[in-house]
């Protein structure tokens, strides 16, 4: 059983650790240059990724595309787990100015990176169909949470709110979802021409993404730890998984759906935390190290938890 659990974990893991090493050594190696990435993280999140949620979503079942129980439990854990972190930013975090990153660093999960890739990696495009209504649902209210915590904790901040709403309900990735769900729903005929299309395009999206995220490790983050920036992080890549997946299982969640609850819940605290950082005044350079730390300590703890869970015959 042992031999079989480490084979599920080897095959679906470590390709992507391996693809997120390369892309961190051809950076460094200045193969890929900041320019490529910033060009191909465009890229992803105005084109492929889109495409990828709206065709996975279109091409499903109508059951695949809304699964009530699944969608209720599975929000219900990321809205409330996050708010818990803000409830305990008081405890844990004595300068009231580094509660706001504190809290989206130990909640504000890279949904869209490392849960899409890990969540393929694992389930294919089956499961992307299954996780992408959740995981738009989530980023409209992470955007909505994360600036009303950020404003709240810096009553300086000028930011001009208005324009920034419009760009969130402009979101590609939004409305790739929105509208994939709908094209299921209606089981709306795509004609194959644009089905391939979308799908070649829906390719790039998981290498482009490993990529970016090897190539955005930056070890000299790695000489300034502080208790804030840990504690974050073992919030975000253990608590976060050990409360939600135990929440999920005793109400009855089991096999895919449980799995891609513990993927998503796994996903290390997203890269846009220090832009949010920048935008409405909090502190930059904690939430870069909130996002190297939980990055690298999910690559062990999404291991881990995939074997445990395995080896308990869970997913």
């Not at 890229?43 to 990828?52: C, G, I, K």
């Not at 299921?184 to 970016?212: M, Q």
């Not at 490790?217 to 919030?235: C, E, H, I, M, Q």
């Not at 909130?290 to 995939?306: D, H, P």
Request: hydrophobic share 55%.
């Amino acid at each position: 059983m042992q031999s079989v659990v480490f084979d599920f974990v080897l095959a679906t893991l470590l390709p992507i650790y391996l693809v997120m090493g390369l892309g961190y050594v051809l950076r460094v190696s200045g193969v890929l240059s900041a320019e490529f990435l910033r060009d191909s993280a465009r890229l992803v999140f105005n084109f492929a990724a889109p495409a990828t949620l709206f065709f996975a979503l279109a091409g499903s079942a109508k059951s695949e595309v809304i699964a009530p129980t699944f969608v209720l439990i599975c929000m219900g854990l990321l809205v409330g787990l996050t708010l818990l972190s803000w409830l305990l930013a008081p405890l844990l975090v004595r300068e009231r100015a580094q509660r706001g990153v504190f809290v989206q660093g130990a909640s504000r999960g890279n949904l869209l990176v490392s849960g899409l890739a890990f969540t393929h990696g694992v389930y294919g495009m089956e499961g992307i169909a299954l996780a992408s209504l959740p995981l738009g649902l989530y980023i409209i209210f992470n955007n909505v949470y994360s600036v009303a915590i950020l404003k709240h904790y810096d009553e300086d901040s000028e930011q001009a709110l208005a324009q920034y709403w419009r760009e969130v309900f402009k979101n590609p990735v939004i409305v790739a979802v929105l509208a994939g769900a709908l094209a299921g729903w209606l089981a709306i005929d795509i004609p194959t021409s644009v089905k391939n299309t979308g799908e070649l395009l829906g390719r790039l999206t998981v290498p482009l993404i490993l990529f970016n995220v090897g190539a955005s490790f930056d070890f000299k983050l790695l000489r300034s730890p502080n208790v804030v920036g840990w504690s974050a992080t073992l919030y975000k890549c253990v608590l976060m998984p050990i409360v939600g997946v135990s929440i999920a299982w005793s109400l009855g969640l089991k096999g895919m759906e449980l799995g891609i609850i513990f993927l998503l819940l796994s996903s290390p605290t997203s890269s846009i935390s220090v832009v949010f950082a920048q935008m409405f005044g909090g502190h930059v350079g904690l939430a870069a190290n909130m996002v190297l730390t939980s990055s690298l300590l999910s690559i062990l703890t999404v291991a881990a938890g995939l074997a445990f869970l395995q080896t308990r015959g869970m997913i």
